[in-house]
């Protein structure tokens, strides 16, 4: 049941407003405050899904609520009331953070229409922190050697600026972890995080893929698309495996690098977009540029920040770790009980040639945990982890 908190200095209309409230087919509970530093001190016991406030009182304004009650629960939804003479304020006020504002004396079809928009956007702040968190526990980076420390020291550094960053190592070693990171610690993090896999689009779609076409500009061109930079506008751009990108294409993202517009094809028509722009490859680029199959000047554009993910032969410290995360994710995922590793199983998996590093090492897990005894052993190893 959403809770809902009157902030009002007037009885009368304090009492019309619970009563309206209370009374919605009993769908929400109610309590309430006869000034502004009553209703700070509720807020600050109790987690509201909504406060409606007024601005003219004594002891503490509702703009002094406003600003007070962000400090302390930025997520807090709160509705200004406004007297006649308030409007000019109420207005101002919802640039400070107020969800919105209704007028003295409240008209029962605005308050309640009000009140169910601000509750339903509450419900999708939540939702979009929730997912949030999924997508995070997702995108986890396990580990604490010094390679791996390293690398999370370089995301908490970079990831609130805009620059460009290139993401080298070798397939399986989770380069799209680090991208993911960069964007979640990102001043970006609200807009959108597009990936692009460069290797998996024939050379023919890439440029149609990556800024979009108009009708007509090819034979299945039927209707206008945009492109991947468009959708991330606002946001990021992770061009995943960017060292298989065909070099025509390569000049166009160089292009849209240099002056933050782009052309969908078929069509002269530039369009602005706000992009940052996160690459990887498991290519070594350098040998590229020598072979003439990637473009330098794009490379020096690309790699403003370096991160080179290490393979997991080169951080074997962090197999134990790894290893119960897996059997762990692994474990709820199935809905059932997490399976142990003897030591001996676990120092034979560090041994381990890891050639498909973390990706190849959670199927492995995968398997014993499906073929292996309740608790894996170096016997289980012997027989499903073999190569």
């Known amino acids: 049941m959403p809770k809902i908190l009157v902030i009002e200095d007037e009885a009368s209309i304090r009492r019309v407003l619970v009563k309206i409230l209370s009374e919605e087919n009993n769908t929400y509970q109610v309590d309430e405050a006869e000034d502004g530093l009553a209703g700070i001190e509720k807020i600050k016991k109790e987690d509201y899904d909504l406060v409606l406030c007024d601005i003219k009182m004594p002891k503490m304004d509702g703009v002094e609520v406003l600003e007070a009650a962000k400090k302390i629960k930025p997520e807090t939804t709160i509705v200004m009331i406004s007297g006649h003479g308030d409007l000019d304020t109420a207005v101002n006020t919802m640039r400070l953070g107020a969800f919105d504002y209704i007028s003295k004396p409240p008209d029962l079809n605005r308050l309640l229409n009000t009140v169910r928009i601000a509750l ?21 980076m396990i580990g604490e050697s010094k390679a791996i420390s390293h690398i999370k020291d370089m995301i908490e550094k970079v990831a609130a600026t805009d620059a460009r960053v290139l993401i080298t190592g070798p397939n399986g070693t989770g380069k799209e972890l680090v991208a993911h990171w960069l964007h979640q610690k990102s001043e970006r993090s609200k807009g959108p995080l597009i990936e692009v896999n460069c290797a998996a689009i024939p050379s023919e779609l890439i440029e149609s893929e990556l800024f979009g076409h108009v009708k007509g500009a090819f034979t ?65 680029l350098s040998k590229e540029i020598e072979e003439g199959k990637f473009r330098e000047d794009l490379y020096h554009r690309l790699a403003v920040i370096l991160i080179q993910v290490p393979s997991l032969n080169d951080r074997r410290e962090d197999i134990p770790l790894l290893i119960e995360y897996f059997a762990n994710k692994i474990a709820t995922e199935n809905g059932t009980t997490q399976k142990a590793f003897t030591p001996k199983a676990i120092k034979q998996l560090q041994d381990y040639d890891w050639t498909g590093n973390i990706r190849e090492l959670r199927n492995v897990v995968e398997r014993l945990i499906i073929l292996g005894e309740k608790e894996v052993s170096e016997n289980d190893v012997n027989l499903f982890a073999s190569k």
């Open 120 to 140: 339903d956007r509450k419900e999708l702040v939540v939702e979009n922190k929730m997912l949030k968190k999924k997508v995070g526990k997702n995108y986890e």
């Open 220 to 284: 299945s061109a039927i209707k206008d698309r945009a492109g991947k930079f468009e959708a991330a506008n606002g946001g990021t751009i992770f061009l995943d495996e960017i060292g298989d990108m065909s070099l025509s294409a390569q000049a166009k993202v160089l292009r849209a690098l240099q002056e933050s517009r782009v052309q969908r094809v078929g069509s002269d028509k530039d369009i602005k977009v706000d992009v940052r722009v996160i690459a990887a490859t498991n290519k070594n």
